[in-house]
């Protein structure tokens, strides 16, 4: 079946240092979600990529759709405390979403 | 608008003990999802709901089952609880549950299985 895998799992920086993480899917995808976890929180959407080499902003926050419409990626530049959780990408398949593994995002001030 | 409800929050049973999770989505979505979180396996699909009607199901035992109402709350069902069963269960709204629409989830229900 479809697998959506992230890495990398845990990644621990330095608050100012920027943080990248990489989502690939076992099968093309009509698009990509992705998602926020705050520590003991729930998910909460952040973004939709649709086309092909689609890339979006939102502040410090770059998300990008690859070209083949099987892996997209997460750059955070300048983390913040506030940046702390574990990020997850989802893509569809059959009308449901399959969550990625999600990469945890651990920042030291 | 309120969101996702999800009750009860927390939730303590032995094993062998069988357990009813609820979930109400926000007003006018008709899909709701189930997803199991543990910190190994991270965010499992259950099953997903819309229109009282079961359209997906995810790769778990017969154990685990659900329901929707008329009014799209949802229920989900874990019977003969094994220490395995410990978890975070999620619950997701959407409008139609298309795959191409964002989740909106509630705060989950812990489950210790003890």
């Known amino acids: 079946g479809q697998q959506v895998m992230q890495i990398p799992q845990y990644q621990h920086v330095q608050e100012g240092e920027d943080f990248t993480t990489y989502c690939n899917s076992s099968?093309?995808?009509?698009?990509i979600q992705w998602y926020k976890q705050r520590p003991g929180g729930h998910p909460v959407f952040l973004i939709q990529?649709?086309?092909?080499?689609e890339v979006k902003k939102q502040k410090r926050l770059t998300f990008q759709f690859g070209e083949a419409k099987k892996n997209s990626s997460l750059h955070i530049t300048a983390t913040q405390t506030t940046d702390v959780g574990t990020y997850f990408c989802?893509?569809?398949?059959?009308?449901?979403?399959?969550f990625g593994t999600g990469t945890r995002l651990q920042v030291f001030p | 608008k309120a969101g996702v409800t999800q009750t009860p929050r927390y939730l303590i049973k032995t094993r062998g003990q069988q357990v009813t999770l609820s979930c109400s989505p926000i007003?006018?979505?008709?899909?709701v999802s189930w997803y199991q979180q543990t910190p190994g396996q991270g965010l499992q699909f259950l099953f997903e709901?819309?229109?009282?009607?079961?359209?997906n199901k995810g790769n778990f035992p017969g154990r685990f089952s659900g329901r929707q109402f008329s009014n799209s709350r949802s229920e989900m069902n874990v019977s003969t609880l094994e220490l395995g069963d410990s978890a975070l269960y999620l619950c997701?709204?959407?409008?139609?549950?298309?795959?191409?629409?964002?989740?909106?989830f509630g705060s989950g229900t812990q489950l210790s299985v003890l």
């Open positions: 997701a709204s959407s409008l139609r549950g298309s795959g191409d629409e964002k989740l909106f």
């Open positions: 099968t093309t995808l009509s698009n």
């Open positions: 990529l649709v086309k092909s080499g």
């Open positions: 989802a893509g569809p398949n059959t009308d449901k979403l399959i």
């Open positions: 007003s006018g979505h008709r899909s």
């Open positions: 709901y819309f229109s009282e009607t079961q359209r």
